[in-house]
């Protein structure tokens, strides 16, 4: 049988193999052939599979967002306008992260300012944290 193993595949695909493996048992991914002996041996048209997987991964899609873009790469009659809009989802969360990242940002710089930061036990950061500000 040819291909290549799960290690190879983890490598060419930036995937560790415990993910590789994850994905298949999830059913993100077709599990791979096996061999006689029940090694997995991964083919081409696998580590293409993988490597969109990958790359999607990498752009903060969700495991199910990945699972309807392959549907969708999968399917020669799909909409663009499907794909354009998953995709533009995707940047209205990652918006809405930085917004709340830059919030927390703000915070803990102020809270960090606040503090003297010398060998008095009276901390703010603490204070903040044991007794919330009404930021949550």
Do not use: W
């Not at 930036?14 to 059913?27: D, H, M, N, Q, S």
């Not at 061999?35 to 199910?64: I, K, M, N, P, Q």
């Amino acid at each position: 049988m040819n291909g290549i193993t799960i290690g190879q595949a983890a490598e060419y695909s930036g995937l560790p193999a415990k993910t590789i493996r994850f994905y298949e048992e999830i059913g993100l991914v077709e599990p791979a052939k096996r061999t006689e002996s029940g090694y997995r041996v991964y083919s081409d048209a696998d580590l293409h599979v993988l490597r969109f997987v990958e790359r999607a991964r990498r752009h903060g899609f969700s495991v199910d967002e990945c699972r309807q873009l392959l549907a969708l790469y999968r399917d020669d009659d799909r909409s663009s306008g499907e794909v354009k809009a998953l995709t533009e989802k995707r940047i209205a969360d990652i918006d809405a992260k930085i917004t709340e990242l830059k919030a927390m940002r703000r915070t803990l710089s102020d809270l960090a300012a606040r503090c003297h930061g010398d060998g008095r036990p009276a901390c703010p950061i603490l204070d903040d944290l044991a007794e919330g500000s009404g930021d949550e």
